[in-house]
Structures are given as structure tokens and as C-alpha cells.
């Protein structure tokens, strides 16, 4: 059994694609959202799942936030996987540490191109052909890890930053189910 937490901040639309794909052998523990209005929440909570709101803005530095997230995390029992989705959070080094080769994200590029926010808009703006969805390891560096699964999409020539987002996205749920159950097959090691 793959024991998960999903971390998310907002729509938590790949959370929700990770809960229906009904993956053998995965146990999601619970789904922490650091925005108590985040709409995935609500989502979980409808399918029985564990949802825990751990509000940022509660703690005076970014290490007290993680730490205490941490805590959070691991007193839920052995954690196999972390599940970052939509969580947009910078981490500290101590918390991504702590999970070293069990903490993975995905990333809407494909990755090393266009790391960090706005990737879409910025695709099209570089004129790039071909755009996509990356998951990776968390390391230290943002958007840097060891890429498990990426998928690449073309950008069309009508394309604005919001057409080419929801193919993108379409893309994503896919792939981040396909991976996590990779890990749950115990096909995956960083
Ligand atoms: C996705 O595009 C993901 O790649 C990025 O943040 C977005 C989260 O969307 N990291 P959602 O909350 O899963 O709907």
C-alpha cells in the first residue's frame, strides 16, 4: 500500500483526478490545504477523505510554517509520498529534506524550460511549438528534481494563455494519476 498526502492551495483539480482514478494499492491519508477557501477541500470532504487546513498566514516565518506542516504530515503515520498539487507554497530546505525522495510535483512546462509561474503565457511569448506537463522530485532548487513523467502538447497558433492552460490541463490529469500509480507499483525510486 501507497500511503499519500496531497497538499493543494485552490481548485485542486489533479487532487480530485488522483481521487477518481481509483488507483490499486494507494491510500490517501488526507488532503492539506494551507487556504482554509480553497475549493478542493470541499471536493475531499464530499468523498469522505481526511481535509486538514493548516493556514499560513498563522505562522511569522516561512520555516515556523513548515515545521509545523511537517508535524502535521507525519503524525498522520508512515507517509509513502508526498503529493504536491497546486500548492503554492515555496519550501523551506529543512521540509524538503525531510521528505527527500518521497515529495513529487507537477509543473506546467516541460520542464527545464519555462520554471516558476505564468508558464503558458510565457510559452507563447517565446514562440515555443510545443508545450506541456512535467512531474517531478521536489528538490531544494524550485522546478529542478529529477523529471518522472512529462507530456508534451502542441501549441496552436491561435493559442492565448488560457486555451493552451486548459489543454495542458486536461493533459496533467492523466499524468499525474499514471505516476503516482507507478510509485504504487513500486516502479519509482529517485
Ligand atoms: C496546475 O496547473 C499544476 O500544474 C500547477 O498548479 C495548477 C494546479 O491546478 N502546479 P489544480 O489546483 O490541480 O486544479
Known amino acids: 500500500m501507497l500511503n499519500i498526502v496531497i497538499l493543494i492551495s485552490g481548485r485542486g483539480s489533479n487532487m480530485q483526478a488522483i481521487v477518481e482514478a481509483n488507483i490499486p494499492n494507494l491510500n490517501i491519508m488526507a488532503i492539506i490545504s494551507n487556504e ?5 477541500l470541499i471536493y ?28 502535521q504530515i507525519d503524525q498522520l503515520g508512515k507517509v509513502d509520498l508526498l503529493v504536491l498539487a497546486g500548492f503554492m507554497r515555496i519550501l523551506s530546505n ?12 507537477i509543473h506546467p512546462s516541460l520542464l527545464p524550460a ?11 511569448r517565446a514562440g515555443a511549438k510545443v508545450h506541456g506537463a512535467t512531474v517531478h522530485f521536489v528538490t531544494t532548487e524550485l522546478d529542478s528534481g529529477n523529471i518522472i513523467a512529462q ?14 492552460a486548459a489543454r495542458v490541463l ?17 516502479e519509482i525510486k529517485l
Open 44 to 71: 475531499a470532504a464530499q468523498k469522505g477523505i481526511n481535509t486538514i487546513i493548516l493556514s499560513h498566514k498563522d505562522f511569522a516565518s516561512r520555516e515556523q510554517y513548515d515545521l509545523a506542516l511537517q508535524q
Open 94 to 105: 529543512d521540509f524538503v529534506s525531510h521528505y527527500q525522495g518521497r515529495i513529487i510535483n
Open 170 to 186: 486536461i493533459q496533467e490529469h492523466k499524468l499525474y494519476p499514471a505516476a503516482i500509480a507507478r510509485f504504487a507499483r513500486g
Open 36 to 40: 482554509s477557501q480553497a475549493a478542493g
Open 114 to 124: 519555462f520554471k516558476g509561474l505564468n508558464t503558458h503565457a510565457r510559452a507563447i
Open 151 to 164: 507530456v508534451e502538447i502542441p501549441v496552436l497558433e491561435n493559442d492565448n494563455a488560457e486555451s493552451l
